[in-house]
């Protein structure tokens, strides 16, 4: 069984440490810029490698870690259902024409074909959003659908 604690590091951000079910230990450290850094820990607590990663990019692996980018053959079943759907992060701009919109007015769904299915606003996980959501400048849309449908997506929440 793994164990996660996590602290605050002000002025940098967050801490998460995890002790694996193999008593292998790693450190992520999430700065307030978005910046990751992530260590994995030898038996005196002291880092044996560490990798630094962008906002992006460390997105982009939490797909794959979470299953999302990529499943294993053990859910195959589960693959043939879901095939060619993505999940995606897009971040509003201060120039974004959805911001101060409620999520029922942009009728994302049948415009898009894309469904939000979270939002990252600051330091909060918003799940499933309300349609009384408000966009604010800042937010970052998660979103799920067909990859060639993102950019209709893009042309909505974008400035031309």
Same mark, same amino acid.
């Given at each position: 069984?793994?164990?996660f604690?996590e602290?605050?590091?002000? %002025?940098?951000?967050k801490? @998460?440490?995890?002790?694996?079910h193999?008593?292998e230990?790693?450190?992520?450290? @999430?700065h307030?810029?978005?910046?990751?850094?992530?260590y994995?820990?030898?038996n #005196? !607590?002291d880092p044996?490698?560490?990798?630094?990663l962008?906002?992006? *990019?460390?997105?982009? /692996?939490? %797909?794959?870690?979470?299953g999302?980018?990529f499943?294993?053959?053990s859910?195959?079943?589960?693959?043939?259902?879901?095939?060619?759907?993505?999940?995606?992060w897009?971040k509003?701009?201060k *120039?974004?024409?959805?911001i !101060?919109?409620? /999520?029922?007015s942009? *009728?994302?769904?049948?415009k898009?074909?894309?469904s939000?299915?979270a939002?990252l606003?600051?330091?909060?996980f @918003?799940? &499933?959003p309300?349609?009384?959501?408000?966009?604010?400048?800042g #937010?970052?849309c998660?979103?799920?659908g067909?990859?060639?449908?993102?950019? #209709?997506?893009?042309?909505?929440i974008?400035k &031309?």
């Amino acid at each position: 069984m793994s164990f996660f604690s996590e602290s605050d590091l002000p %002025g940098i951000g967050k801490k @998460i440490s995890c002790t694996t079910h193999s008593k292998e230990k790693v450190v992520l450290i @999430i700065h307030h810029d978005g910046k990751r850094e992530f260590y994995i820990m030898d038996n #005196d !607590g002291d880092p044996q490698a560490s990798v630094t990663l962008l906002d992006e *990019e460390a997105r982009r /692996l939490g %797909g794959f870690l979470s299953g999302v980018m990529f499943k294993p053959k053990s859910v195959e079943n589960l693959e043939v259902a879901l095939e060619g759907i993505r999940i995606d992060w897009f971040k509003l701009d201060k *120039e974004s024409p959805i911001i !101060g919109q409620r /999520l029922a007015s942009l *009728e994302l769904r049948k415009k898009t074909q894309v469904s939000i299915i979270a939002i990252l606003q600051d330091d909060i996980f @918003i799940p &499933n959003p309300s349609s009384d959501y408000v966009f604010r400048e800042g #937010d970052t849309c998660v979103v799920i659908g067909k990859p060639e449908r993102f950019k #209709d997506f893009l042309a909505l929440i974008r400035k &031309n």
